[in-house]
């Protein structure tokens, strides 16, 4: 099928565009080279990075992954304070 007359624009040269700085920030933004040909080879564009981990057995986020109990150790360690063994078995008023 022809083309519509009148839709096609000429390109011009941009003169007035840092063709360094244009390439530089190209370089930048494209996608890293993976160094580990192991998770190289194994990975699959057409699935998530998420799932692309998953399957090989990593974790995205390292703090989802392995949780602190860090409330439930504070609760802990404030009831056997309490209970007169935070300062190891002594009592105040004792001299």
């Not at 974790?59 to 504070?74: C, E, T």
């Not at 309490?82 to 300062?87: L, Q, T, V």
Request: aromatic fraction near 4%; hydrophobic fraction near 35%.
């Amino acid at each position: 099928m022809p083309k519509a007359k009148g839709k096609t624009r000429r390109q011009k040269f941009g003169y007035s565009v840092n063709r360094k700085r244009l390439n530089r920030n190209a370089r930048r933004k494209a996608a890293p080279r993976i160094e580990c040909s192991h998770i190289r080879h194994a990975w699959d564009h057409a699935k998530s990075v998420r799932q692309n981990l998953a399957e090989m057995g990593l974790a995205v986020d390292p703090n989802r992954a392995v949780p602190l109990r860090k409330r439930k150790i504070l609760l802990v360690s404030r009831a056997l304070f309490s209970a007169g063994e935070g300062h190891g078995g002594g009592h105040r008023g004792e001299a």
